[in-house]
């Protein structure tokens, strides 16, 4: 999947350096709902079970071919979501120096689509931490809907105390 500017793509055991240079950045996992990543191993790992599989994907940007995120979509992660029956969660964040450049939002656009085009999945949940505007922005820009619903999530990074917004698209 691609754009002119980024590309998704399966992550590499070689993409722990860069996926650690990021995820150990404590506003990045604590915006996402985890901790901050403690070495190049903990990355390692990280890309060797959570990242490893096929709905999750490393954001590249085509000129530099760089890391700069994650996307990706699947069951809960023992999140607090209210999910429909069948009905995946959608996650993805991006390094702190690409925030606030619509990285984000470009990769969510392109992952709806592929979704659309090669699943029959009725519909998708996510959600933001309240105080984490931007990516709620994100998602309304990709047609998410704001469920009226708040949840907290005991299981999340900081997230027993903080406000789950919930949001919902109907793509079929």
Same mark, same amino acid.
């Given at each position: 999947?691609?754009? =002119?500017?980024?590309?998704?793509?399966?992550?590499?055991? $070689?993409?722990? =350096?860069?996926?650690?240079?990021?995820? $150990?950045?404590?506003?990045?996992?604590?915006?996402?709902?985890?901790?901050?990543?403690? $070495?190049?191993?903990? $990355?390692?790992?990280?890309?060797?079970?959570?990242?490893?599989?096929?709905?999750?994907?490393?954001i590249v940007l085509k000129e530099t071919g760089k890391v700069v995120g994650a996307i990706g979509y699947g069951p809960s992660c023992d999140c607090s979501l209210p999910c429909r029956e069948g009905e995946p969660i959608v996650g993805y964040w991006v390094g702190k120096p690409y925030w606030g450049m619509g990285i984000c939002t470009e990769a969510l656009q392109i992952m709806i689509e592929h979704i659309r085009k090669t699943t029959k999945i009725p519909s998708l949940i996510s959600g933001h931490f309240a105080d984490n505007s931007a990516s709620g922005r994100v998602m309304e820009k990709c047609g998410f809907i704001a469920t009226g619903e708040t949840t907290f999530d005991k299981n999340l990074y900081g997230g027993a105390d903080r406000p789950i917004r919930v949001l919902r698209l109907d793509i079929r």
């Open positions: 999947m691609e754009t =002119d500017r980024i590309l998704l793509r399966h992550w590499h055991e $070689s993409d722990a =350096d860069v996926l650690y240079e990021y995820a $150990s950045e404590p506003e990045v996992g604590e915006r996402a709902g985890w901790p901050p990543h403690k $070495s190049r191993e903990e $990355s390692l790992e990280i890309i060797r079970t959570v990242f490893h599989n096929p709905t999750t994907w490393a």
